[in-house]
């Protein structure tokens, strides 16, 4: 099975509480199918590059998020009819990583690991392991925390 990268736009005035209901919702698609969920990345509000309609309402920020996950393309197919029909999503990119499969994600026996995660990752859900800051992450504080993991300051680029 290969590894996926999903991409959501979600509305920016969404709650806390919608916005767990949506990633779970989704977490929940891939485990229900053997699927393994390698990752969640909140980005926080952002100002869209232009005016989006979605909905029959025009938006101009939204709140960007990225899923990692495993699955097949057949459940792959049904993750993305949900993300259209649900009004929470302004838009949504789907992009299958090169050259990476089930066996490559950390080197383990695709059996092994499917079983152990899912395990690990339904634990996690049950207990409400996402912390409370989690989804006001960047939300007010710009653009300059993108993608470093939590880090306001990113390291300095290697010359």
């Known amino acids: 099975m290969p590894l996926y990268q999903l991409t959501v736009i979600a509305r920016a005035g969404s709650s ?7 990633l779970s919702k989704l977490n929940q698609l891939v485990l229900d199918q ?4 390698a990752g969640v990345s909140n980005w926080g509000v952002q100002k869209l ?11 101009t920020q939204g709140r ?20 259209k029909l649900d009004e929470r999503v302004l838009r949504f990119m789907t ?13 383990y026996d695709p059996d092994h690991l499917n079983t152990s995660v899912q395990k690990l990752i339904s634990a996690r859900l049950q207990d409400g392991a996402i912390p409370s800051d989690y989804f006001n992450y ?15 300051n990113p390291p300095a680029p290697n010359p």
Request: net charge neutral; aromatic share 10%.
């Open 16 to 22: 806390a509480a919608d916005i767990h209901a949506l």
């Open 95 to 107: 992009i299958k990583e090169r050259n990476t499969s089930f066996m490559t994600v950390g080197g």
């Open 138 to 152: 960047g939300s007010d504080a710009g653009y300059a925390d993108l993608g470093f993991n939590g880090d306001k």
């Open 64 to 83: 960007f998020m990225q899923l990692k996950f495993v699955v097949s393309p057949a459940v792959l197919k049904e993750l993305e009819r949900n993300m």
């Open 34 to 37: 053997s699927g393994v969920v």
């Open 49 to 59: 590059a232009y005016r989006m309609k979605a909905h029959q309402e025009f938006h």
